[in-house]
């Protein structure tokens, strides 16, 4: 056993109190996400610095919890302020994160990703576009809707949709699961699971809703700062030419979907901007920028 180093332990010390001060200072400048370090902290291989931070230091350094929100907090879940994060009980830790989520949400929303809804009628390109801006610009990610229609050819599940019996739509509906949901073209019902999107955006992704304008009425009641975007054809002629071009629906399913672009087209003034999809390239950049644009001013305001 090596004898005890009062030099050697004192300057130990030291730089875990000064590394402790950076991490804390580092937490409240919003350069560290606060969701990540805490479910980071259960890894035995996380920094020492991180695994013994206590956990009132660490609720602290969130800006708008003074002591007294954290005493109160900690007091409703029963954990001592001491308790180190690395050492919580698999209980507290679950309950302390259900805490540290809402937290980040509500004093940290700038850290957040931007909830695009992108809207426009069958056939205008969405897809093509929402392929392109995930192509080029990593931050974004399309949302996986649940769907009850038959998946098309080459259309994977999880990947594209969730394609989910009707009964299974009606237990999301009921459990309160989904974001948004609707019935399209009269006859399937489309929605989006909420929870991944939830955590999506609280990694700083950018996540696309690619929705029809009833979801897109549904969203905006649900969602702050939610972007909506509606993508136009140059005319409704083209929109015409490159459905049929698709060639994915029959005759009589065109027509329907046609009717339903008529009134889809007409509802555009609800969406916040307009982007004509005539070259996709184009038509990409100006959506990322306008998400880009959008998180700058909000980032502006905090």
């Not at 805490?38 to 660490?58: H, I, K, Q, T, Y």
């Not at 350094?61 to 003074?66: E, L, V």
């Not at 399209?184 to 690619?210: C, F």
Request: aromatic share 6%.
């Amino acid at each position: 056993m090596s004898p005890f180093d009062p030099v050697s332990s004192s300057a130990e010390g030291v730089a875990m109190r000064q590394n402790r001060a950076e991490l804390k200072q580092s937490i409240a400048r919003g350069e560290k996400r606060i969701i990540e370090l805490f479910d980071d902290s259960e890894n035995e291989e996380a920094p020492p610095v991180l695994r013994g931070l206590r956990v009132d230091w660490f609720l602290q350094a969130i800006p708008g919890m003074g002591v007294t929100k954290v005493e109160r907090l900690l007091t409703e879940l029963g954990i001592r302020p001491t308790a180190r994060l690395g050492g919580l009980r698999i209980r507290q830790r679950t309950a302390l994160r259900v805490q540290v989520v809402r937290l980040f949400r509500h004093y940290l929303p700038h850290l957040r990703g931007t909830l695009l809804v992108l809207v426009g009628p069958t056939a205008v390109g969405k897809g093509t576009i929402v392929s392109w801006i995930t192509q080029n610009y990593p931050e974004f990610v399309l949302s996986v809707s649940a769907t009850t229609r038959k998946p098309r050819r080459g259309e994977r599940e999880g990947e594209h949709y969730y394609f989910v019996a009707e009964s299974e739509f009606d237990r999301l509906i009921t459990a309160g699961e989904l974001l948004e949901w609707a019935t399209v073209h009269e006859s399937h019902r489309y929605g989006t699971p909420q929870a991944p999107v939830e955590d999506l955006l609280d990694q700083g992704k950018n996540v696309i809703l690619e929705i029809d304008i009833q979801g897109a009425r549904s969203v905006a009641k649900r969602v702050h700062g939610a972007l909506r975007v509606f993508v136009a054809p140059p005319s409704f002629e083209e929109l015409e030419r490159r459905l049929a071009q698709r060639g994915t629906e029959d005759g009589t399913e065109r027509e329907v979907r046609l009717r339903t672009a008529v009134s889809e087209l007409a509802a555009q003034d609800e969406c916040d901007f307009v982007v004509i999809n005539s070259v996709v390239e184009h038509a990409g950049q100006s959506i990322v920028d306008l998400v880009f644009g959008s998180t700058h001013q909000t980032a502006s305001k905090e």
